[in-house]
């Protein structure tokens, strides 16, 4: 049941309805039968992965628990977490990996082994790191288990949020659903204005830019030389559609008086890569940096790395270089979550090799603005740095977007070896054909000036959303209904297209 269909819109609006009808402290449970329903709807053959992950997680934290209470070894309940985190990541990494081990078993020593034959269940990468999360923070006391069963239960599955994000946090989020919230205007209005402006960013920008980006990657031979344009168009597509659906899900969750995670804050003005991350699916980057980069920069096997780096490198430089390998590795997960494939390998380690380039380089580039007089806070500077972060960060999408990596490396050789922009005007765009192309470009760019000037102004402290939430409410319907009308007038007439982090 996709986002964007209009039985969804049907689906929440009845989950709203039924959710403020129930009593309030039955209303957790209301949610919870949404979410299942929702999860049944897209395919029923995959809800034993989703009950095995939180039951496994359930029982593993619940066990760790009493251990804590009645004062048992810190072995024992290492050896149930690792347990729990064996059986629920070993689960993702069955039906994800397997097929990518397979294969590349089979090139290497010319075997026919058969992989799996099962489609990727829906939202494991999601639902999966989140359940981790929940017992590796009751693992570390940082919060109680939960003891019903069908409360977490609701947690892992909260409908809104189960195929593509946020992450959520059991600490900020487990509470906002069991609560049971009252009927309120306020977060009505909220709700709807998250919502709608998710669907403007995926079905008039996101949408539009992927008919160029879907073209000049489905054809190479043909738009071989609008390779630089078709990286441009994905990475409106990408944080388009992303952050699109981001706005919508957190919108609903705003209709049930839930406030879920951010998880993007303007990642296009970032002035560095390791601040793009902080920018661009945060929820992602906090989950990797509590539960990856923290453990292994805290290890014993990394505090002797540490010593001996300080001892080959010399003070300053031998303590970053443990930072920088940590980054290597959290971003070799990063790449890895994001798909089986050696382009996602890729992908995952040049985030991480720019991030670990810069932290060792940091003390150069400090002498280096020194010399030059130059403090960092001047407006060329900064424009300056987020001109340089915009192109390496689009630089990476190239791996990002391709079929694998060798089509990745001929996009990046196309990109730099042929330029033909003029090839852009022969794509049909939509049903207006190659005659609508000059159209299409102008509602992106228009599209994306919009996004451009709104992030500036909330850059710089403007608070545009709270502003909207103070106007009388016939100039709010109307704003609304002037969105809505945007949608049918200036909406993508190509082929409907699903949230591209649906299928993760």
Request: with cysteine.
């Amino acid at each position: 049941m996709s986002l964007i269909s209009n039985l969804f819109v049907l689906f929440v609006a009845a989950a709203v309805v039924l959710y403020y009808l129930t009593p309030k402290k039955y209303r957790w449970i209301c949610l919870l039968v949404f979410s299942y329903l929702y999860y049944l709807s897209g395919n029923a053959r995959y809800l034993f992965f989703l009950l095995f992950s939180t039951a496994v997680t359930y029982l593993c934290a619940l066990q760790i628990d009493r251990m804590q209470q009645n004062g048992s070894g810190q072995k024992s309940m290492k050896r149930v977490a690792a347990l729990g985190l064996a059986g629920n990541l070993g689960m993702l990494g069955l039906v994800k990996y397997t097929n990518f081990f397979v294969d590349n078993l089979n090139r290497i020593f010319h075997m026919n082994m058969k992989g799996l034959e099962v489609l990727l269940p829906l939202g494991i990468s999601f639902f999966t790191f989140q359940s981790s999360g929940y017992l590796l923070d009751v693992y570390w006391k940082r919060t109680r288990a939960q003891r019903n069963p069908f409360r977490y239960a609701l947690f892992v599955s909260f409908f809104p949020q189960l195929l593509q994000g946020p992450i959520g946090n059991y600490k900020r989020l487990a509470g906002q659903l069991y609560e049971g919230h009252e009927f309120s205007w306020e977060h009505i209005s909220a709700g709807l204005r998250r919502i709608i402006l998710g669907f403007c960013k995926k079905m008039i920008i996101a949408d539009w830019a992927g008919v160029f980006a879907d073209a000049i990657w489905g054809d190479l031979d043909r738009y071989n030389g609008a390779a630089f344009f078709g990286l441009l168009f994905y990475g409106i597509q990408l944080y388009g559609d992303f952050s699109g659906a981001m706005d919508v899900v957190i919108g609903i969750g705003n209709l049930f008086g839930i406030t879920m995670d951010e998880n993007f804050r303007r990642p296009y003005l970032a002035k560095s890569m390791a601040e793009f991350w902080e920018r661009w699916h945060i929820t992602l980057g906090e989950w990797m940096k509590n539960y990856v980069f923290y453990p292994i920069s805290l290890s014993k096997w990394m505090t002797r790395f540490s010593r001996w780096s300080r001892q080959k490198f010399g003070r300053k430089t031998g303590r970053v270089v443990p930072i920088a390998l940590a980054d290597l590795i959290v971003f070799f997960f990063v790449g890895i979550w994001h798909g089986a494939s050696w382009k996602y390998v890729v992908y995952g380690l040049m985030n991480g090799g720019i991030i670990a380039f810069s932290e060792l380089m940091a003390g150069q580039y400090r002498n280096w603005k020194k010399a030059l007089h130059i403090s960092g806070k001047e407006n060329w500077y900064q424009l300056f740095a987020i001109v340089r972060t915009f192109i390496l960060v689009n630089l990476r999408w190239f791996f990002d977007r391709s079929d694998s990596l060798g089509q990745g490396m001929y996009m990046v050789k196309q990109a730099f070896t042929h330029f033909q922009p003029a090839q852009i005007l022969s794509i049909p765009a939509g049903t207006g054909g190659t005659a609508f192309v000059p159209w299409a470009l102008l509602i992106i760019g228009a599209g994306c000036a919009v996004m451009v000037t709104a992030g500036i102004v909330q850059e710089r402290g403007g608070r545009l959303q709270e502003r909207m939430s103070c106007l009388p409410v016939p100039v709010t319907a109307g704003i609304y209904l002037l969105l809505l009308v945007c949608i049918g007038l200036f909406g993508s007439t190509a082929a409907p297209r699903g949230f591209i982090y649906a299928q993760f």
